[in-house]
DNA sequence: CAGCAATTAAAACGCTTGTTTGAAAAAATA
DNA sequence: TATTTTTTCAAACAAGCGTTTTAATTGCTG
């Protein structure tokens, strides 16, 4: 854990590595059409040429970010499933717990990537919101198999909940994940300042909670 | 309810109308900045620099835009908040009629606009997500206002609850509502085109139900 | 109908955008 | 060290942007 630092302090960041970060922050503070070549090598210390050098284009550049930071946090969703699943044996995971596996990987992302901490929850939900369409594209294939995943498991723990129930309850706690990701910043707006100092665990938390109470109250009513 | 459709057939609406429509539909589905002067004024039938004549500026086009789209709704959850409080006399309307009045009038907006019925649910939406400075800035001035009466409001109706703990999950209701209105086009990633016909109420119900259930069940396990 | 104001129209203006170019510098290879 | 490959750099390109300008047209009013 600590060991890691050091290296980095020390050695310069590939010209690469330092786009992929500065296309990271800007995309999620701006958005697509928000973000131009100039602003991200500025923010990078690279020349203009340097991106179009080593990814080819604007969209290939920001294609390969959202790949870079999405994958895995969907392999450690996958992760914490499947835990669940060996943990409870033949019965199913609780709501709670595959709700669990949803969430907390972005916390634990947005935990591990130390400046401006809630960069990486905006960019997560600008993936759902941005109004570009081959963004769109990769969106729906990043994310379709790990909904059909999260529907199949929730089925499993709710047998007797019509499948449309699942639908538009699952739909609905993935909706609030991602407004409170990408509204968390706002928190202002309600609390005049009270709560912006909340630390990246609590809001997890609480939304895990909120979630499953939606969900659970919803689908059981539903039966 | 029906006598103003007819009117509406023969006249030709105004440039100025046009123009707005135009915005709101191009603004609803590409946002600010993929929606282009040049766009607008195809969409509208109008040249090119009416928009300029009519608004001053792009900015001023969109923002007076959202002024009139928005602003009848936080009229109309006035409205809906101010009968519930009648209703109840001396006790506090319940969680789930506050947060009717919060969330229906939004429906009722969606279902007035025919054409393109989710146009309006994305532009409500991306209100809140949109990366450009103004529209942060006139966004907060038209919703703070409204968060601080419902705060206030649920406060009253909980009065044992932290006024930490509704700021929470306040927000986390008005998050999941944000994210359900700005992801509802994409309910097929998940069904794969089962429940796309579905019809407006039904949605808005849902969400009502969910935020309320995630509200109350958060709310009272804090006190 | 005349005259004036409001509106529409076409063209152009600077400016910013993503991308390309060709040469210089650096790194790697032999 | 010599040569070949990879990377950096400054400059320029065409295209699209919001906006302005100037003239033509429309609609209203006296």
Redesign the pocket.
């Known amino acids: 854990m600590i060991s890691s630092s050091s290296q980095i302090v020390k050695t310069k960041l ?3 590595k330092r786009l992929i970060n500065a296309t990271a922050r800007l995309f999620a503070q701006h958005g697509y ?1 928000g ?5 991200v090598a500025l923010e990078a ?10 990814f ?6 920001v294609l390969e970010m959202l790949r870079e930071r999405i994958q895995p946090i969907n392999a450690r969703r996958i992760e914490l499933l499947d835990e669940a699943k060996a943990r409870n044996g033949k019965t199913a995971p609780s709501a709670r717990e595959i709700f669990h596996s949803l969430i907390f990987p972005i916390g634990e992302e947005i935990a591990r990537s130390s400046k401006s901490r809630w960069s990486l929850a905006q960019l997560v939900a600008r993936t759902f919101t941005e109004p570009v369409s081959f963004i769109e594209r990769m969106h729906q294939r990043f994310f379709s198999q790990i909904a059909k995943l999260y529907h199949q498991e929730l089925s499993l723990a709710y047998p007797h909940a019509p499948p449309k129930e699942i639908h538009w309850h699952l739909h609905l706690a993935v909706s609030s994940m991602l407004g409170s990701l990408a509204q968390h910043r706002r928190l202002g707006d309600f609390t005049e300042g009270e709560c912006n100092e909340e630390e990246v665990n609590e809001m997890i938390d609480r939304l895990i909670r909120f979630v499953t109470h939606g969900f659970v109250k919803g689908v059981n009513a539903s039966s």
């Open positions: 590939s010209t690469r059409n973000l131009t070549m100039r602003s210390n690279a020349n203009l040429a340097a991106a179009n050098y080593h080819g284009s604007k969209d290939a550049l």
